[in-house]
DNA sequence: TTGAAAGCGCTAACAA
DNA sequence: TTGTTAGCGCTTTCAA
């Protein structure tokens, strides 16, 4: 900065004011900064004026994702980098593989970064380590799944309406002897959606005992074997409600390996690429991450711009859509 | 850092050797500055920190794809996270939409918040631009597409090798009209797949007026337009070659209407998620977006702790899939 | 083993 | 409209 001035031939401070776009600069002089800074190259370091900046912004915020290989998580984050790119802001990312000490890690290299805001889908059973920063005012919005500990803004999928809707899609086109299949029991969102999916059995008035809940999938694998182990019962499943992608992939490779796929139904939680193109085409109830991510920064960024209203929970709501596989009636 | 100087008793350099791990600190007192870090909830602050520091770095890069939702840009962004937190790094993303202005604005972006190396996806024409930060030594890897205009090391898929692997498997199958389906003529690497796929009718001397190359496909449906205007002509191709993504999904999209896609052979270039379940499966050549993000990383880290060999450009094999759709026969 | 002082590149406050 | 000075939180240098 020194150098473009004294190229510039005016002061430092006077750099500082084109940099930052601030009033009182004669054309002139805006010029010849202007193009000092284009001949020397010069980039102004922010992290150096957000140090003694007030406030301290850096214009960056940090994201948590379960991993930024995961389409879900793709989606979020790209709709959150477009709502930062036009504010000027970039973002940080990192993957947490539901492991509670990389939540911590990664919060804490955001932390020592000085971002000016978190958006986390959370893996770790409590965020009371977070107490200090909410009351320094860290705005941080939680995504998919909701903050423990602590009270914070949080942008979720409705969950619970979703399985219902799934759930009852199967119920009306006849089916009484509905398999739930579940994921890690200790997440969330899987939780959410059994109860949406107890909630609307409850609702037609069929037992428990005649439904099959299978939880602690843990992929594609362990999901096949088990819908094989349960179609294989002496009274098997008529349709199958799978609360998670990989689990989805699992079920219709162990359908296609017991030729079962157009008779046994199957509807997804979440939906899969090129689901239409397959036979039959899956039926899933649709999860929008892309409106997720644009919430999310939305809400932080109204925080950044002082916004100090109450904590808001914002749900995004799901869509059934129907492709054949979840339209196949019960067996005679 | 003031603050737990004070609460531990000692001076503001020695809490500094603390949170470096630097020697010549005595057990009692690293003892006493830890339990005052925790205490106060100290996060040192790693830019003002850079800011004095020798070579000022922020163990801090800067990743620019083509976008974060993109399945591909996913893969290498996870592989390029995982060697980075190994080493304490954070990572800055950014799509670029092959957009020639953002690349610049989001490379200037990142070196504004001095970021120590970069690894990118070009966007622009030319990285001309970047020759200060080159002579500078900032150290840079380009992925997917080299740099033109600058020397630096590079990451690349065997394309060349890939198209012609693809193009050879369908002569073997007896197919002499092959359709080859090209994105966006300006991208570097539809030109290296072209060059692989009119190598291979060299090498069997298939002449050129017995192929049709359409090229600048935007997407799905365009894609899908092309390959129904294709198969309408009067000798129609009994093969397909497409050389990305989402037009290969066209392409599938297109023989389902025409009925075709159990006549007529396709091949895609870069996998799909799925592709197995379809049917018939599509064969692919398949990419190993992983194994580029893991090679671009470890070369820039290699840079970073001083690697001042020639510049390197590394290149990524492909493997062919064979699923079914790339070994129907040519109609009789 | 420890700490005091200077200074990294910038902005805030204030003076000219 | 412009520039000067102090100081943001840390590391470097050097002295104790």
Redesign the interface.
């Known amino acids: 900065m020194r150098d473009v001035a004294r190229y510039a031939g005016v002061g430092i401070k006077t750099v500082s004011r084109v940099i930052n776009s601030e009033p009182n600069v004669s054309a002139a002089t805006l010029a010849r900064v202007t193009e000092a800074i284009a001949q020397l190259?010069y980039?102004?370091?922010?992290?150096?004026g957000?140090?003694r900046r007030r406030g301290g912004v850096?214009r960056?915020i940090g994201l948590l994702v379960g991993?930024?290989?995961?389409?879900f998580?793709?989606?979020i984050?790209?709709a959150v980098?477009d709502r930062a790119?036009e504010r000027?802001f970039?973002?940080?990312?990192?993957?947490l593989d539901e492991d509670p000490s990389r939540e911590r890690s990664a919060v804490?290299?955001?932390?020592?970064?000085?971002v000016d805001g978190v958006i986390l889908t959370r893996a770790s059973p409590s965020q009371a380590y977070l107490l200090?920063e909410v009351q320094r005012g860290l705005p941080m919005v939680f995504v998919d799944r909701p903050a423990t500990g602590i009270e914070t803004d949080a942008v979720l999928t409705d969950n619970i309406d979703g399985a219902a809707l799934a759930t009852r899609h199967l119920i009306d086109r006849g089916h009484r002897r509905i398999a739930f299949l579940g994921d890690r029991a200790d997440i969330w969102t899987v939780g959410q959606r059994r109860e949406g999916f107890l909630r609307e059995l409850g609702v037609a008035g069929i037992s428990t005992r005649e439904v099959s809940i299978v939880e602690n999938l843990e992929d594609e694998l362990t999901a096949a074997s088990a819908v094989r182990d349960l179609l294989r019962l002496d009274d098997p499943p008529t349709a199958i409600f799978s609360s998670q992608n990989l689990i989805t992939?699992g079920a219709?490779?162990a359908l296609?390996t017991l030729e079962l796929q157009r008779r046994v139904a199957l509807v997804g939680f979440d939906d899969?690429?090129?689901?239409d193109?397959?036979?039959p085409g899956i039926s899933v109830v649709s999860q929008n991450p892309?409106a997720i991510g644009d919430a999310a920064a939305r809400q932080l960024f109204a925080r950044l711009d002082g916004d100090d209203g109450p904590l808001r929970t914002t749900v995004i709501p799901t869509t059934f859509i129907a492709r054949g596989s979840g339209e196949i009636p019960p067996a005679a």
Chains 1, 2 share one sequence.
């Open positions: 190259n980039e102004p370091d922010i992290h150096a957000s140090l850096t960056t991993s930024v290989a995961n389409p998580a793709g989606s984050h790209r980098e790119l000027g970039a973002v940080f990312t990192s993957s804490s290299a955001f932390l020592r970064r000085r200090p992939i219709i490779r296609r899969l690429p090129m689901a193109l397959l036979e892309s």
